[in-house]
């Protein structure tokens, strides 16, 4: 049982350029969550999806897509890198939503240049 | 909408000190409330949580939250803190469809 798991665990970007991070959870979790982590603010929701083939924008959707066409799986993508897109991201799933404690993967460490 | 503040950015503690973390929530109805720490390189996970009931509630490696609806605060505690302990603390407030984290609260270890 691996839980929440994110690949790649860093990568480095020059601006304009796309990727795709994957989160994977092997739960049976129908919620997924993307966050970005900054300094001094805290995680921030990107995108989260309520069960396969559903997505929904959280706090900070700007500059990213995501897909859950599996539930196991939730893809965040950038299409146009930028140098403010640099922090670190976290995927979490849950079995529900109100109340339910939230899964951590470990991180991915994104620097766009 | 939810918010939560965390007011203190950094705390030192000495080892084997107390420790209390300050938590404080916005919320209409009644909170689903949250600590998780973060070690260094690491994701987030879980301390304790708060429902509903007893408003002491008891948490993994020590640790301890109360709820005070008055105060709307859900302070973090520990009795005896451990070098292993220093990290950084979040605390978060549950609404119907999102989690929202306050900004955290770097804990250093003193010898």
């Known amino acids: ?113 | 909408a939810q918010s939560v503040t965390q007011p203190d950015i950094h705390i030192t503690v000495s080892e084997g000190a107390s420790l209390e973390l300050r938590c404080n929530y916005s919320y209409g109805a009644t909170p689903y409330l949250f600590w998780y720490v973060q070690s260094p390189g690491q994701g987030l996970q879980l301390l304790l949580k708060y429902f509903s009931g007893d408003t002491l509630v008891q948490g993994i490696k020590g640790f301890e939250a109360e709820f005070k609806r008055s105060q709307s605060s859900f302070n973090l505690r520990k009795p005896s803190v451990h070098w292993s302990d220093a990290a950084e603390y979040f605390c978060a407030v549950s609404g119907f469809q999102k989690l929202v984290f306050g900004t955290g609260t770097r804990l250093l270890v003193s010898p």
């Open chain 1, 1 to 113: 049982n691996a839980g929440v798991t994110q690949t790649p665990k860093f990568r480095v970007l020059k601006t304009g350029q796309s990727m795709t991070l994957l989160c994977a959870q092997d739960m049976n979790h129908e919620y997924m969550y993307w966050y970005r982590q900054d300094p001094g603010m805290g995680l921030r929701l990107i995108h989260y999806s309520v069960g396969e083939g559903t997505t929904a924008k959280g706090e900070v959707p700007d500059g990213y897509n995501v897909s859950r066409l599996k539930k196991q799986n939730f893809l965040l993508g950038l299409e146009s890198a930028a140098p403010s897109q640099t922090s670190v991201y976290f995927c979490a799933s849950s079995f529900g939503l109100a109340g339910n404690e939230q899964f951590f993967g470990p991180g991915t460490r994104l620097t766009v240049l």
